[in-house]
């Protein structure tokens, strides 16, 4: 009976730990993704197709994250962008590195022109306050539009 216990306690365990990596640690789609755009520490958490400039090739926007912290009903991410050409794999923009409490990521084309812009949301300056027990966040939210101007990987602006 000792035995049984232990085997079915070892097992939870296992899979516990095994569900909490599948959950924090993306590895999926690390083949696709060029070296230039991962920095260390960081895991792919979403990609997404979208046609982002005026060459007839889509682009691959990647958000790269990792866990900045958890609390009693929020947890809070590092993230940043990355806006890949899809067949070359050529780095178009590399955004700085965010703080907030979510993989965001909202891809639309608002002004109508035929590209996508990529917009995000972020804690000012990577600032943010709880109260004591870890409730109640507190941060300026901040959200900018990043889009590509011309097919010249140089001119993404924010």
């Known amino acids: 009976m000792k035995r049984f216990i232990y085997t079915l306690l070892t097992l939870s365990v296992a899979i516990h730990a095994t569900a909490q990596f599948k959950v924090t640690a993306h590895q999926e789609g690390w083949e696709e993704t ?24 889509q682009e691959e ?27 070359s794999k050529n780095v178009k923009y590399l955004s700085s590195v965010y703080v907030n409490d979510s993989y965001y990521i909202r891809v639309e084309d608002r002004n109508d022109d035929g590209r996508s812009e990529l917009y995000i949301s972020y804690f000012k300056n990577g600032h943010f306050s709880t109260d004591e027990h870890g409730y109640d966040l507190q941060a300026t939210r901040c959200y900018d539009r990043i889009e590509c101007t011309e097919s010249n990987p140089k001119n993404a602006k924010k």
């Open 34 to 57: 060029p070296p230039q755009a991962v920095r260390e520490g960081f895991y792919l958490q979403k990609r997404m197709l979208a046609q982002m400039d005026n060459e007839t090739g």
């Open 61 to 87: 926007i990647l958000v790269f994250g990792h866990d900045n912290g958890h609390y009693p009903t929020f947890d809070l991410f590092k993230v940043y962008y990355v806006i890949v050409d899809h067949y």
